[in-house]
DNA sequence: GTTTAGTATTACTATATGTTCAAATGCTCA
DNA sequence: TGAGCATTTGAACATATAGTAATACTAAAC
């Protein structure tokens, strides 16, 4: 597999804006609790054990990023990963 | 390839802990400068234009959560990445 | 059409943590 | 001891997080 390593300043400061949003437990939980399938944020507050307000914020901080996608329904809005890839990269710096 | 999604508390915090030690720009700046290879202290701050004390500090952050190692050689000090698994992990970030 | 209940976001505050820079200190070898 | 290389310290500034409370949104009941 052919890997680059001469990354530009821009490349570097978005690869640290992607790194950022999973660098906080709270979001990686809330992420957990999106692997199995998309969830409302009722949903996600019960598993996950976070307060409302914070669940919001930290959503919106993933969303922001790319991370999960939303489709709202009737009163709730639905989350899910956006990306196949984040799944595969928590798996990648779980191992080591 | 066999994905694993069910984290437990600890490992989410570990992986928050190294998510979080890629997620500067002056920290992903000294990787890029050692991607092609170990460099001692002075020649990174060349390479990143990063004052000396910043260099020192984000290098002990990096080395502390396992991302470069350190070899002393005389006067100087030479790091370098510690695991392949970091150059994927940039590229894989990088691409999406 | 207005009200009401359920759902989610936003504002605001206190606290904590991180980054940068300048200056001082530490370490190693000749 | 002195020079070169690297780390540490301390202060200023910026950003992030969690919690409480208030506000906004949506759909259905009346």
Known sequence: ???????????IKDM???FKAMSEPS???ILRALFPGEKCVTEIIE???????NVSKQLK??????VVSCRPSGL???????DNSI???CNMVCKS
Chains 1, 2 share one sequence.
């Not at 680059?4 to 821009?10: E, I, Q, S």
């Not at 598993?47 to 307000?53: E, F, H």
């Open 27 to 29: 979001r990686l939980k």
């Open 61 to 66: 901080i993933l969303q922001r990023n790319g």
């Open 47 to 53: 598993k996950t054990g976070l307060l409302q307000a």
């Open 87 to 89: 799944l595969e990269l």
């Open 1 to 11: 597999m052919e890997k680059k390593y001469n990354f530009t300043d821009v490349e």
């Open 16 to 18: 640290a804006i992607r």
């Open 76 to 82: 709730q809005r639905f989350y899910k990963i956006a």
